[in-house]
């Protein structure tokens, strides 16, 4: 484990070193990458230092357990039983650290809400999701650009598409993709019955360019006109996009957005990630077990989550977690949850990488 973390100082210094560099510096894209590269190590590094500080600890103690004076030496092993434990828990504590993390956990995210089964209802649930992960996006300080809306006949809505970026997104919603499902007494039932009704979730890494091998000569692109609702901007202007990658024939398009900037924005990430796919499938089929058997599949007839109104109660079906806090966990406080996963998932590479 010494050896790890001193490989990883190594790295640490020499990527600082990096960030002095002019050459480093005047590359934005390079420089954004060192950095981030940077912070990343830091926390490791935090923990080696803090790491070898306690080894010298223990060492200091073990000499004063070859003193001669019978009082400094029963202070020296209480001293040495104390640094034991505080090893052994700093230690599981690098375990996790020194965990491969996922390359996509930093990335923005597209994040989809769709009303599932239920109708109206499905819908109005669809928007207590929306303004219980807006909150919590709230709190982690990241910011959102709605990309767009189709309400509900009687309220909340049939779709919702964001775009959410800040730091590790990512990797910290990618457990919320799948079908969240909500058991209760709907407004318009006048007989009290307990109704279910599911919204789902989709949530994907916003991808750019540079993440997969395209060359720019091999896209052709298409505008037209969007059809549908839209009024008058719809059918007087080209917004529509469409981007096909000639080498494979995978096609993309976009008329989700309001503007032919920002649909070509939407088509070109739906471009990457249709190619991406191809590229990394035996990858993912290698892994997409694992995975699966604590995420889910993503796949819209995944339940991963219930939400009981009457017992104030919320599942997680993949982690078998239970919670009494519906009410505040509804209203933004869904840390809780995504922490569990998140643990869960840190306990299962462990697991994995031991056998």
Request: glycine share 6%.
């Amino acid at each position: 484990m010494l050896d790890k973390l001193e490989a990883i100082h190594e790295r640490y210094v020499y990527v600082e070193e990096q960030l002095s560099d002019p050459s480093v510096i005047s590359d934005i894209s390079r420089y954004k990458k060192v950095n981030k590269e940077y912070k990343d190590l830091q926390e490791v590094v935090e923990m080696y230092h803090a790491y070898k500080d306690l080894l010298g600890n223990i060492d200091t103690a073990n000499d004063m357990l070859k003193e001669d004076d019978d009082e400094m030496k029963e202070m020296a092993q209480m001293e040495l039983e104390e640094l034991k434990t505080q090893r052994e828990e700093m230690e599981e504590k690098i375990k996790i650290l020194l965990i491969p993390k996922d390359p996509e956990d930093s990335k923005d995210v597209v994040f989809e809400i769709r009303s599932g089964t239920g109708g109206d209802e499905a819908s109005l649930f669809a928007g207590d999701l929306y303004r219980m992960y807006s909150r919590y996006f709230e709190k982690m300080k990241w910011k959102v650009d709605v990309i767009s809306i189709n309400e509900g006949t009687v309220g909340g809505y049939n779709k919702l598409v964001l775009e959410v970026s800040g730091e590790d997104v990512f990797g910290r919603l990618k457990f919320e993709s799948g079908a969240h499902r909500v058991q209760r007494v709907p407004k318009t039932e006048s007989q009290g019955r307990v109704h279910t009704s599911a919204a789902t979730v989709a949530v994907m890494p916003k991808l750019e360019l540079e993440d997969v091998d395209i060359n720019k000569a091999d896209i052709k692109t298409d505008t037209f006109r969007s059809s549908g609702a839209g009024g008058q901007h719809v059918n007087k202007t080209e917004s529509g996009v469409r981007f096909t990658h000639l080498p494979t024939g995978v096609v993309a398009e976009s008329t989700d957005g309001r503007s032919q900037i920002k649909n070509r924005e939407i088509a070109m990430g739906r471009l990457i990630e249709k190619i991406r796919m191809q590229q990394v499938e035996e990858h993912n089929s290698k892994v997409s077990s694992a995975r699966r058997s604590l995420v889910g599949s993503g796949d819209r007839s995944d339940k991963i989550r219930t939400y009981n109104w009457p017992q104030n109660r919320v599942t997680d079906h993949r982690i078998n977690l239970t919670l009494y806090n519906l009410d505040k966990i509804i209203a933004g406080d869904i840390e809780p949850v995504i922490d569990a996963l998140i643990v869960a998932e840190s306990a299962r590479k462990m697991q994995a990488g031991e056998e």
